[in-house]
């Protein structure tokens, strides 16, 4: 066949949506009903990096003796390793929270 780069039996999985309304299809399509947006699932993602944060905070200063969470990591998700990894999380959570306080006061 020419001008085919492969067959048309045998050509193998299909390489995905090339167009931005594709690309859109096949986001819908994955989104199997509609109890979940997509802002509630970034919320929930959000929420489990947190959860998974503070456990590692618990285990940096020995304040458990749990073991740790198995399964998949939440997007975003960034060990914490060390007491000073820990210090700085602390530090910039609380100031995220004093921004947003600030911005809802004006």
């Known amino acids: 066949m020419q001008g085919k780069t492969k067959c048309r ?4 999985a299909s390489t ?3 167009t931005q309304a594709g690309k859109d299809a096949i986001r ?9 947006t997509q802002e509630v699932r970034a919320a929930r993602s959000t929420k489990h990096t947190e959860m998974q944060a503070l456990e590692d905070i618990m285990h940096v200063m020995n304040k458990t003796s749990a073991k740790r ?5 939440a997007l975003g998700y960034v060990p914490i390793k060390t007491f000073e990894e820990a210090r ?3 530090y910039l959570d ?3 929270k ?3 306080e600030k911005s809802n006061e004006t």
Not at 9 to 12: C, E, F, I, L, N
């Open 98 to 100: 004093h921004e947003a």
């Open 16 to 18: 995905g949506p090339k």
């Open 9 to 12: 039996t045998h050509g193998g």
């Open 94 to 96: 609380l100031l995220k």
């Open 69 to 73: 969470t198995r399964g998949r990591k």
């Open 28 to 36: 819908r399509a994955h989104l199997k009903h509609g109890r979940e």
């Open 88 to 90: 700085r999380w602390v």
